[in-house]
């Protein structure tokens, strides 16, 4: 898009980098089918979280309870709108919606067993959603509550902040270089 002279590439720095990694691959990532992986993904990380809840802690409801909540999920939210979509600026939205996904589903694993390496993918997935929509990094507080919540280890919530704080200042550099402001 246009701006002050320049054109610019409306993503985010993340769903850039996918597009570039096709490139350099010798391939091509368009927008439709990078829309239908994202969301297609999203839901079904959001399955398996309905399928984790069950087992954690409803073992004995039905089965087929988690599914209808897939089928909620899949094709009564914005997920399935921006999947079908098939454009740059819905491939933000679905992309930001599976790291979201990623970092909820990671931060549940931490509950049940704390360990760094939940943290630190629970940091990075969320990091991917706000180098697509920096409005994701609102997630940030609520996680890193969580964090302090299930573990009380200093440790894991630092291993959880510092891919959201690099995703912060990766988009004030972002919005620096396009813009000449970070804000």
Known sequence: IPYRGHYYVQWG???AVLH????????????????????WLASLVFLEICLYLRRRFFPL???????????AFALATPTAIVSLRGTD????????ALGVMAAFWAWLR????????WAALCGAALAVAVTSRVTQGLYAAPLALGFYWAGR???????????VVLAGL?????????FGSPL
């Open 110 to 117: 931490y509950t049940a067993a704390p360990g760094p390496l």
């Open 20 to 39: 570039m990694a096709a490139k350099l691959f010798g391939g091509r990532l368009s927008d439709r089918v990078a829309c239908l992986l994202a969301g």
């Open 170 to 178: 990766i988009m004030l550099a972002y919005n620096h270089a396009r």
């Open 61 to 71: 409801l039905s089965a087929c309870v988690p599914v209808w909540f897939f089928f």
């Open 89 to 96: 600026y819905h491939e933000t939205i679905a992309v930001a």
């Open 153 to 163: 280890r200093w440790v894991h919530l630092v291993v959880f902040a510092a891919p």
């Open 13 to 15: 720095p993340f769903p």
